[in-house]
């Protein structure tokens, strides 16, 4: 069978975009995989078969140097690697579609909710789904009203791979962190700290590109080890409930990876509500026999490649369906198990890397 051409970009080392190559590397589909990174020293560069050096999402040179390689290469279907790549396909998808490339991506109203923090609460709220307390800050007034503890601080938008995010566990804490934010972020969100360590999933739910749902699975996230947490503090706030080490996910997860219907059901419920196309990232916590989800990505997940190792491929998945026709049965099986993580090193390739 012929090599189905196909572009990855933001393909550095951590990111989803590294996640959806190992993915496709995985794949029993044969692929040509094209790769594309605006940094010279990406360590996807060296794992693809034909790499490029991109410009940054945000120039204005980056939809028609993209372009530019998907013709060169018949490419069929395009992934993006990174939000901001994301924005951009989002508004330029037509001009994508128009090329016959398939672009695998939610619709940019979902995009648009899930990329803010705040008005993903809002909208799980409006529509009865379980949300730790949170409030929106804006100024150190609006600071004053944040009235539960411990708390996590976050930006509204953007703070991948938990960037900029802080843990308070009292008001003390609170002001100094948050005034911070405020300086060198601007407008964040406050979270109430919800649940134990053991209790965190990141759930991941697959729809086609009609809105059909196809299959759904969660890692339940072991956090305490160094790899995979950003904050560890002992728990002062004498809640018993919350265990006695308060954790936030660096977002390099591992665990045991399954189906666990009790987060994956009502995480379907919410793609499914969303309107969501394709695939869609739920991070939540068990608590008190309640999901409490506190962030959506509408976008593939940092554990694309674990997913892929038990049987569940979800870019492999999609281009199958839409591309090549095949039929893919609903809840389909997939192994179930423990994945951990580590690091891994590559020689990148000798000579200068094309510019796209």
Same mark, same amino acid.
């Given at each position: 069978?012929?090599?189905?051409?196909?572009?990855?970009?933001?393909?550095?080392?951590?990111?989803?975009?590294?996640?959806?190559?190992?993915?496709?590397?995985?794949?029993?589909?044969?692929?040509?995989?094209?790769?594309?990174?605006?940094?010279?020293?990406?360590?996807?560069?060296?794992?693809?078969?034909?790499?490029?050096?991109?410009?940054?999402?945000?120039?204005?040179?980056?939809?028609?140097?993209?372009?530019?390689?998907?013709?060169?290469?018949?490419?069929?279907?395009?992934?993006?690697?990174?939000?901001?790549?994301?924005?951009?396909?989002?508004?330029?998808?037509?001009?994508?579609?128009?090329?016959?490339?398939?672009?695998?991506?939610?619709?940019?109203?979902?995009?648009?909710?899930?990329?803010?923090?705040?008005?993903?609460?809002?909208?799980?709220?409006?529509?009865?789904?379980?949300?730790?307390?949170?409030?929106?800050?804006?100024?150190?007034?609006?600071?004053? *009203?944040?009235?539960?503890?411990?708390?996590?601080?976050?930006?509204?938008?953007?703070?991948?791979?938990?960037?900029? =995010?802080?843990?308070?566990?009292?008001?003390? *804490?609170?002001?100094?962190?948050?005034?911070?934010?405020?300086?060198?972020?601007?407008?964040?969100?406050?979270?109430?700290?919800?649940?134990?360590?053991?209790?965190?999933?990141?759930?991941?739910?697959?729809?086609?590109? *009609?809105?059909?749902?196809?299959?759904?699975?969660?890692?339940?996230?072991?956090?305490?080890?160094?790899?995979?947490?950003?904050?560890?503090?002992?728990?002062?706030?004498?809640?018993?409930? =919350?265990?006695?080490?308060?954790?936030?996910?660096?977002?390099?997860?591992?665990?045991?990876?399954?189906?666990?219907?009790?987060?994956?059901?009502?995480?379907?419920?919410?793609?499914?509500?969303?309107?969501?196309?394709?695939?869609?990232?739920?991070?939540?916590?068990?608590?008190?026999?309640?999901?409490?989800?506190?962030?959506?990505?509408?976008?593939?997940?940092?554990?694309?490649?674990?997913?892929?190792?038990?049987?569940?491929?979800?870019?492999?998945?999609?281009?199958?369906?839409?591309?090549?026709?095949?039929?893919?049965?609903?809840?389909?099986?997939?192994?179930?198990?423990?994945?951990?993580?580590?690091?891994? *090193?590559?020689?990148?390739?000798?000579?200068?890397?094309?510019?796209?």
């Amino acid at each position: 069978m012929e090599k189905l051409p196909v572009m990855i970009t933001g393909i550095g080392g951590g990111g989803h975009g590294e996640q959806i190559l190992k993915a496709l590397r995985m794949a029993q589909t044969p692929y040509l995989l094209v790769g594309g990174d605006m940094n010279p020293y990406s360590k996807g560069l060296a794992e693809v078969d034909y790499p490029y050096i991109l410009p940054p999402a945000t120039s204005p040179e980056y939809i028609e140097a993209v372009l530019r390689v998907c013709k060169r290469h018949s490419v069929r279907a395009l992934f993006h690697g990174s939000e901001p790549e994301l924005r951009a396909f989002s508004r330029h998808r037509d001009l994508f579609e128009s090329e016959g490339v398939f672009l695998p991506i939610n619709p940019a109203n979902v995009i648009d909710i899930c990329m803010d923090k705040f008005r993903t609460v809002e909208w799980l709220e409006k529509y009865g789904f379980n949300v730790p307390r949170s409030r929106s800050v804006s100024s150190l007034e609006d600071l004053k *009203e944040v009235d539960f503890f411990p708390a996590v601080l976050k930006p509204v938008v953007g703070g991948g791979g938990s960037n900029n =995010l802080f843990l308070a566990q009292d008001r003390k *804490e609170l002001d100094f962190l948050g005034a911070s934010l405020l300086l060198n972020v601007g407008r964040f969100i406050v979270q109430e700290y919800v649940g134990s360590v053991d209790g965190e999933y990141t759930v991941g739910v697959l729809l086609d590109m *009609e809105g059909v749902f196809l299959n759904s699975i969660a890692v339940k996230r072991m956090i305490l080890s160094g790899l995979s947490n950003r904050i560890k503090v002992q728990n002062r706030t004498g809640d018993p409930e =919350l265990g006695s080490v308060l954790a936030i996910s660096s977002g390099v997860s591992q665990g045991e990876i399954g189906r666990f219907p009790h987060v994956t059901g009502p995480c379907e419920k919410i793609a499914e509500a969303l309107g969501c196309r394709g695939a869609v990232n739920i991070q939540c916590r068990f608590a008190g026999e309640r999901v409490y989800v506190f962030e959506i990505n509408p976008r593939f997940s940092g554990t694309t490649s674990l997913r892929a190792m038990v049987g569940y491929n979800e870019p492999d998945v999609l281009i199958r369906k839409h591309l090549l026709g095949e039929e893919v049965t609903p809840r389909f099986p997939y192994r179930e198990g423990r994945i951990v993580r580590g690091l891994s *090193e590559v020689l990148l390739p000798g000579g200068d890397i094309p510019h796209a």
